[in-house]
T-cell receptor, first 113, second 113 residues
């Protein structure tokens, strides 16, 4: 039973343009959401997070938007750079005291020069 | 600061053999996680430790998988006997506390033939 879904397995974007990655969840108990980035042969690294009390969080080129009513979040990368080519995982947890993460299947982003 | 260390990086075994993975978390991190990532899927939590105690092992196939974290630092994950469907990347992660950012190691890629 997959509670976090990333329906786009891949995304190709031109350098300098915006990358938009989408994530949907089904568990209404989720209240903390994260994005992780993964390069080949490395473990995932934390990118950005958002609490359910917010609808937007920004960190440099990365912005995460949360729509609780739609159970949907998105990650915007502006502008996209070649180093952003990686797999991006959406993750969620329920409860602010214990981050047991449920992950989506990931979206592979390729930034074209 | 040294990251999460895992060994071996790669392991190939025959089905019904046993295998063990080792993880050394970031110094001072009390919480340690083992995840299983099957090709094309996101990481799935197998077990969570807080110091040397198990917090959650609800998704660990206990008939063949076991894990321990003696002295609350290093951890080992064992599979005995292995099945073909155990082929995956096994990721170890650690965090300062149960509600803190998780840092992942590079993973061990297991192939069961």
């Amino acid at each position: 039973d997959q509670q976090v879904k990333q329906n786009s397995p891949s995304l190709s974007v031109q350098e300098g343009r915006i990358s938009i990655l989408n994530c949907d969840y089904t568990n209404s108990m989720f209240d903390y959401f994260l994005w992780y980035k993964k390069y080949p042969a490395e473990g995932p690294t934390f990118l950005i997070s958002i609490s359910s009390i917010k609808d937007k969080n920004e960190d440099g080129r990365f912005t995460v938007f949360l729509n609780k009513s739609a159970k949907h979040l998105s990650l915007h990368i502006v502008p996209s750079q070649p180093g952003d080519s990686a797999v991006y995982f959406c993750a969620a947890s329920a409860g602010s005291n214990d981050y047991k993460l449920s992950f989506g299947a990931g979206t592979t982003v390729t930034v074209r020069a | 600061e040294a990251g999460v260390a895992q060994s071996p990086r790669y392991k190939i075994i025959e089905k019904r053999q046993s295998v063990a993975f080792w993880c050394n978390p970031i110094s001072g991190h009390a919480t340690l996680y083992w995840y299983q990532q099957i090709l094309g899927q996101g990481p799935k939590l197998l077990i969570q430790f807080q110091n040397n105690g198990v917090v959650d092992d609800s998704q660990l196939p206990k008939d063949r998988f076991s894990a321990e974290r003696l002295k609350g630092v290093d951890s080992t994950l064992k599979i005995q006997p292995a099945k073909l469907e155990d082929s995956a990347v096994y990721l170890c992660a650690s965090s300062f506390g149960r509600a803190d950012t998780q840092y992942f190691g590079p993973g061990t890629r297991l192939t069961v033939l």
